[in-house]
């Protein structure tokens, strides 16, 4: 299916109405606090709770909250050029530790890394350094082969080496037995006359005679609890590479960026637990319990206490976030952070197909789903599940007015980030180059609006490229092909011209103290539509209930809202519903709207009236994705 034009849109709304026979449906109250009421460890599949409140947001923010993470390899220079003319504002861009020399001295691709960087300068875009150590190359490592002198069966706890220069008793070990990780199996004690080398824990496979096997060593040893020597050591290391990645961007003239610490828990995670590369565990001492690797004395918490504390005394503009948290929204309370932390990210994704009842949340305890009740539906929403309660982890349990302003101690302001989010077209059933862009571009605009709007300070897409549409970048997936001079109109992609579209409504955005805030009252015009039935017990959820009104204040006179209808399959392209929103502002009178549509650049024809109450009441046609809806006095 195309885009359809805005003549096609509103005869087929009057259409719409017409038959429908003009039914009137309210949704009163439209902000209702009550749809944030589900306990932990409850879901539910018909509360809302992004819908629990209603706040006027800085169109400023907004815009500076327009982020990507940065993967492009070549012509950084065009992309660069391409995403900020797309509007993007942050930058997310990964320095592993592994990237640094074993000489500590630099990092691997420095021009790269100073081009993208002084790109981030030029055109006023702030940067979030990832700082990470992936078990594939965890910090500074040497890679070598060494061949065995005889077979050494599975299960083995010991290799012998033809020879064994250069080894280093608990750094240096055989690499790549499972999966990629260097060192997965260190060597504990060294023979140079035998070349016997015994291993941290058993062979998962048998390695035979002659064979030349994959080995590193490490600069730094995996971290061992706090209060360990090696720990001390290992934290120092990292240290220093937090502060060499913050040079790269002082050395670029900027003066404010952030600082991630580490990269989701669910993969490349095995060097920040030693006992991961020992069987049985050497730590702690038997008998003995170590403390919670994210809570106080753990040691991911105190390797981020003394990163925070390298990082804001050599640069104390720079932000430092919690990136443990990508993954664990909620294991460590935010009051409970390291002292300084500035804020904490996330990566809520879920863009995929959900099918219900098969991938119900904790399907063998019924008690705990709200409702008592599973829907049978496939959802696919760009902007992910965690807007939602279909699952208990919803993000507005953390964003919702009520506890945005928890912090840490030490920390005045704590910010929200949202570090990757973004779709893989074909895990949402799209199939084709003209599908994949169209739910990559529902999936950009849906995902900024609704996220920037109810309480994430930054959202980084994710990513900047792929190698063709079907992937999850948003630049041209010719990048590397096109001239240096490649001109926007040219070349970008529909997801980078809508989202440029977006980020012009708010052109001449003003800094506001305290915005003044829009409330809105919803009518939905036409036939109703069903979107779940949930058992004879409980009303459904109606369609009128998923309508986005999301505003943001321009100057002290004028807002735009972005308004959409959250369909649960945006896959299928809804036809336009109409509603009637009644719109006020206190001490303002509402006079002027128009409706702009960012994906086919025209106005929309809309029906405005002025209330003597200084309220303004409009018609307009709702589609899936955000329509710009301009309100001024």
Wanted: charge should be positive; charged fraction near 20%; hydrophobic fraction near 40%.
């Amino acid at each position: 299916m195309r885009w359809r034009g805005p003549c096609a849109i509103l005869v087929a709304v009057l259409a719409s109405a017409a038959a429908a026979g003009g039914q009137e449906l309210p949704v009163r109250p439209y902000a209702d606090p009550n749809l944030l009421d589900v306990p932990w460890p409850k879901h539910s599949h018909y509360k809302q709770p992004w819908r629990a409140f209603l706040q006027t947001r800085s169109a400023r923010g907004f815009l500076r909250g327009v982020g990507v993470a940065y993967n492009a390899s070549g012509k950084d220079e065009l992309a660069l050029r391409l995403l900020a003319e797309t509007g993007f504002r942050a930058l997310r861009l990964e320095i592993g530790w592994g990237h640094l020399n074993w000489d500590e001295t630099g990092f691997g691709g420095p021009k790269r890394l100073h081009t993208v960087l002084s790109a981030c300068k030029q055109y006023g875009i702030r940067p979030t350094l990832l700082l990470n150590a992936h078990q594939g190359v965890p910090c500074p490592c040497r890679f070598f082969h060494k061949t065995l002198a005889a077979d050494a069966p599975q299960g083995g706890r010991s290799v012998m080496l033809t020879d064994t220069a250069g080894l280093v008793a608990g750094r240096s070990g055989l690499s790549n037995l499972t999966t990629y990780w260097a060192a997965e199996a260190l060597i504990t004690r060294i023979d140079p006359n035998t070349g016997r080398c015994e291993l941290s824990k058993p062979l998962p496979k048998a390695l035979g005679k002659g064979s030349r096997v994959p080995m590193a060593t490490l600069k730094y040893s995996p971290l061992y609890p706090v209060g360990h020597a090696e720990f001390d050591r290992t934290a120092d290391g990292w240290c220093r590479y937090a502060l060499k990645a913050c040079e790269l961007a002082a050395r670029a003239g900027l003066d404010e960026w952030d600082v991630e610490i580490w990269n989701e828990l669910t993969f490349g995670t095995k060097f920040l637990r030693i006992n991961n590369y020992h069987r049985p565990p050497v730590a702690p001492p038997a008998g003995r319990r170590a403390p919670d690797f994210l809570r106080k004395g753990g040691t991911c918490w105190e390797l981020a206490r003394r990163t925070i504390r390298a990082v804001k005394a050599a640069h104390p503009k720079v932000r430092c976030i919690w990136g443990f948290s990508n993954t664990t929204f909620f294991h460590c309370p935010v009051s409970k952070l390291p002292p300084g932390t500035d804020g904490q990210s996330y990566h809520p994704y879920g863009t995929g197909t959900r099918s219900l009842p098969s991938r119900e949340q904790h399907a063998d305890r019924p008690e705990l789903c709200l409702e008592r009740f599973v829907p049978t539906v496939d959802i696919r929403m760009p902007e992910g599940w965690a807007q939602t309660f279909v699952q208990t982890e919803s993000l507005m349990r953390l964003i919702h007015p009520g506890v945005r302003g928890t912090a840490p101690p030490g920390t005045r302001r704590f910010h929200h980030y949202i570090t990757e989010h973004g779709t893989v077209p074909t895990e949402a059933g799209v199939v084709g180059e003209d599908a994949a862009w169209r739910y990559k571009t529902k999936c950009a605009l849906r995902s900024f609006c609704l996220w920037l709007h109810k309480g994430i300070d930054v959202m980084h897409y994710f990513c900047a490229w792929s190698k063709g549409p079907e992937g999850m970048g948003l630049l041209p997936p010719t990048l590397r092909d096109l001239p240096d001079d490649a001109r926007f109109d040219e070349v970008a992609t529909p997801p980078m011209r809508a989202v440029r579209n977006l980020t012009h409504a708010f052109a001449g955005a003003r800094p506001l103290g305290r915005p003044r805030p829009v409330t809105v009252d919803v009518v939905a015009l036409g036939k109703p539509v069903k979107v779940l039935a949930l058992g004879p017990n409980h009303p459904p959820l109606w369609q009128r209930e998923l309508l986005a009104f999301l505003p943001f204040a321009v100057t002290d006179d004028t807002y735009v809202a972005a308004v959409y209808v959250m369909t649960y399959d945006a896959t299928a392209d809804m036809p336009p519903r109409r509603f009637r929103l009644t719109l006020r502002a206190p001490r303002a009178t509402l006079s002027r709207c128009r409706l702009y549509d960012p994906v086919t650049g025209s106005a929309i024809p809309v029906t405005t009236r002025s209330l003597r109450s200084g309220a303004c009441e409009v018609e307009l046609p709702v589609v899936d994705y955000p329509r710009l809806l301009t309100i001024a006095r």
